[in-house]
Nanobody
Framework: QVQLVESGGGLVQAGESLRLSCAASGRTFINYPMGWFRQAPGKEREFVAAINRSGGSTSYADSVKGRFTISRDNAKNTVYLQMNSLKPEDTAVYYC????????????????WGQGTQVTVSS
């Protein structure tokens, strides 16, 4: 339905920053709230951040509040996750996804998923 491709992951040291991008194609991008999830080794996939269709409202997991910022550029069909003050516990594969409704943090309420991009934070 919607094709999503994440990029921008990499290996950084604690305290450094990364910006992830999620490029969308297919159905109309602006019609979808978007979210970022992450999955660390041996852990469940967890909600990170979400943004509504216009970009005017955002929500974050408590673990990333104040450090991560989700944004979107609908003209470029792209959603971003700016990650500052990275910690080793942020190490995970990060996925972007379309949401059926803004406000949900349940994976079942998200539709199309990207392939993921690896973020590794070393001490």
């Amino acid at each position: 339905q919607v094709q999503l491709v994440e990029s921008g992951g990499g290996l950084v040291q604690a305290g450094e920053s990364l910006r992830l991008s999620c490029a969308a194609s297919g159905r109309t991008f602006i019609n979808y709230p978007m979210g970022w999830f992450r999955q660390a080794p041996g852990k469940e996939r967890e909600f990170v951040a979400a943004i509504n269709r216009s970009g005017g409202s955002t929500s974050y997991a408590d673990s990333v509040k104040g450090r991560f910022t989700i944004s979107r550029d609908n003209a470029k069909n792209t959603v971003y996750l700016q990650m500052n003050s990275l910690k080793p516990e942020d190490t995970a594969v990060y996925y972007c996804a379309t949401s059926r409704m803004y406000g949900s943090r349940r994976w079942t309420d998200f539709g199309s998923w990207g392939q993921g991009t690896q973020v590794t934070v070393s001490s």
